[in-house]
């Protein structure tokens, strides 16, 4: 599966290569059009019967949240600082792969034993953690590391439940596949894919892709979070698996366009897709960077659930998949 593949990758902003590579293998034989920019985009071209009156684009980002080692200290353990939105306290004792070698490590503290009684009341902050790849000391680790190497969660994506599935870097690994499907189906279609970098750290590569695309409509195809759990009051839960994918009205980064909210909603009920509306309005995504592109750009975004995201394991329901390439095919169709 698309997901498993492309979720089991390292890819933490700004070393987004060996997704970007297992894209390009699944494009190969399409007869599409690609190209890698400056940034790291891998802008693909799909042709299909006749253009449509406007430019279209979909975007989907590769990178993921993570780590990077910022000291090493004598002992051989290593200081790390966050690439994305991570909270501190779903960190401790998590795998990671480390480096470019992906050296396994585990991240580590105090032990509860050792703490004060005060510091065993407070969360622990990411200045109290640290990286052990089992070095003795820095001379054995610097043989492996070096400051500004890359942390990725060592999580392998696996099916489990009633058509779930965990594993990390669904945002937006679950965007990424959900493209991949478009472009790999004979439908007629024609849009440009962007398969963006740096979304975590700035929507930085959406920036530059919509620049160089040059579109007139735009729409971002994300993961955002699932509140669906005993804890969130109803009011507070942005969007709950198995409904379908989460249509987004207004976050941090955009105001969605009033024809594409309308044209998504209009498609999934002429299709009969099940969807959602997006209800908070926390974070931001690509579509943010690509409305502010050249003189503005007409942007939406569609999204699949997703619980615990940002986080070394999330959980995404495999209908909630399937329902938001339909709808994102369904758009497209009715705007050609």
């Not at 959900?178 to 440009?192: A, C, I, Q, S």
């Not at 989460?246 to 105001?255: E, H, K, N, T």
């Not at 959602?276 to 503005?296: M, N, Y």
Request: aromatic share 4%.
């Amino acid at each position: 599966m698309l997901l498993e593949k492309l979720s089991n990758l390292p890819g933490v902003s700004g070393d987004e290569g060996a997704v970007r590579e297992a894209i390009v293998e699944e494009l190969q034989g399409l007869h599409l059009e690609w190209r890698t920019d400056t940034m790291g985009n891998l802008l693909v071209r799909k042709e299909g019967g006749a253009p449509p009156a406007r430019r279209v684009m979909l975007a989907a980002h590769m990178d993921e949240v993570g780590l990077m080692v910022v000291a090493i200290e004598k002992s051989g353990h290593l200081k790390f600082k966050t690439v994305g939105g991570i909270d501190s306290r779903v960190l401790l004792s998590k795998r990671v792969l480390l480096g470019p070698d992906k050296i396994p490590g585990v991240i580590g503290a105090k032990a509860i034993h050792l703490q004060k009684a005060e510091e065993r009341r407070k969360p622990l902050e990411i200045d109290q953690l640290y990286l052990d790849m089992g070095a003795t000391n820095r001379e054995e680790a610097e043989k492996y590391l070096a400051i500004g190497d890359y942390g990725s969660f060592d999580t392998k994506c696996t099916a489990f439940g009633d058509g779930c599935f965990r594993g990390k870097a669904f945002d937006d690994r679950a965007g990424c596949a959900v493209l991949l499907e478009l472009l790999r189906e004979k439908n007629g279609l024609t849009f440009d894919a962007a398969f963006t970098v740096q979304e975590e750290v700035g929507l930085r590569g959406a920036r530059v892709a919509a620049y160089s695309l040059r579109p007139q409509l735009a729409l971002a195809v994300e993961a955002t979070a699932a509140a669906d759990t005993p804890d969130t009051a109803a009011e507070r839960s942005a969007t709950a698996l198995g409904k379908g994918p989460a249509v987004s009205f207004m976050d941090r980064s955009l105001i969605a366009d009033r024809a594409i909210l309308q044209g998504l909603l209009t498609a999934a009920e002429g299709a009969g897709i099940p969807f959602q509306l997006r209800r908070t309005t926390a974070g931001g995504t690509d579509a943010g960077a690509i409305a502010l592109s050249r003189e503005g750009v007409k942007a939406g975004v569609v999204a699949v659930p997703c619980r615990y995201i940002h986080s070394p394991c999330g959980v995404l329901k495999e209908s909630d998949l399937q329902h938001t390439a339909a709808l994102v095919r369904a758009w497209l169709e009715a705007i050609a």
